[in-house]
């Protein structure tokens, strides 16, 4: 497996989210600014008010993009026989990298999603190895590779 690749795919798609969270941002910030040379009617200063509040939403997204990247970049991704941060892990027939959380990607016609060493299932199955089970939420899963 070309974990290098699942890396690049990966900083690909952060690097999008990024850039959509500072456009996002950048269109409501402008929003939010009044006309100074013109009286503020009641109207423009509520609707100005409301913008510069989802203006502040869209500043969130900006800075945990950010520290995806940022981890992303420096996450250790070499060979491992353990589950644990940089590891890829094939649970029940499904890819995941621990990492950062992500939506489900395709790299190399194969998905995989991203989690991150916060996630509940991640403290179920870290240090573990290739056929080892364990259960979570209920649900048997068994490491089918960790890579």
Same mark, same amino acid.
């Given at each position: 497996?070309?974990?290098?690749?699942?890396?690049?795919?990966?900083?690909?798609?952060?690097?999008?989210?990024?850039?959509?969270?500072?456009?996002?941002?950048?269109?409501?910030?402008?929003?939010?600014?009044?006309?100074?040379?013109?009286?503020? /009617?009641?109207?423009?200063?509520?609707?100005?008010?409301?913008?510069?509040?989802?203006?502040?939403?869209?500043?969130?997204?900006?800075?945990?993009?950010?520290?995806?990247?940022?981890?992303?970049?420096?996450?250790?991704?070499?060979?491992?026989? /353990?589950?644990?941060?940089?590891?890829?892990?094939?649970?029940?027939?499904?890819?995941?990298?621990?990492?950062?959380?992500?939506?489900?990607?395709?790299?190399?016609?194969?998905?995989?999603?991203?989690?991150?060493?916060?996630?509940?299932?991640?403290? /179920?199955?870290?240090?573990?190895?290739?056929?080892?089970?364990?259960?979570?939420?209920?649900?048997?899963?068994?490491?089918?590779?960790?890579?």
């Amino acid at each position: 497996m070309n974990k290098e690749a699942v890396r690049a795919t990966m900083l690909s798609l952060s690097e999008d989210e990024l850039q959509q969270a500072k456009e996002g941002y950048a269109t409501f910030l402008k929003s939010a600014m009044t006309d100074r040379t013109e009286p503020i /009617r009641r109207d423009d200063a509520s609707m100005a008010e409301t913008a510069s509040e989802i203006a502040e939403a869209f500043d969130q997204p900006v800075h945990t993009s950010t520290e995806k990247i940022e981890k992303l970049k420096t996450i250790d991704f070499r060979h491992t026989n /353990r589950v644990a941060e940089g590891a890829i892990v094939k649970l029940n027939g499904r890819f995941f990298v621990i990492s950062v959380p992500t939506s489900r990607f395709v790299c190399h016609g194969e998905w995989f999603m991203g989690i991150s060493t916060d996630a509940p299932i991640y403290h /179920r199955m870290q240090g573990l190895r290739d056929g080892d089970k364990f259960t979570f939420g209920g649900r048997p899963f068994t490491i089918e590779q960790v890579d």
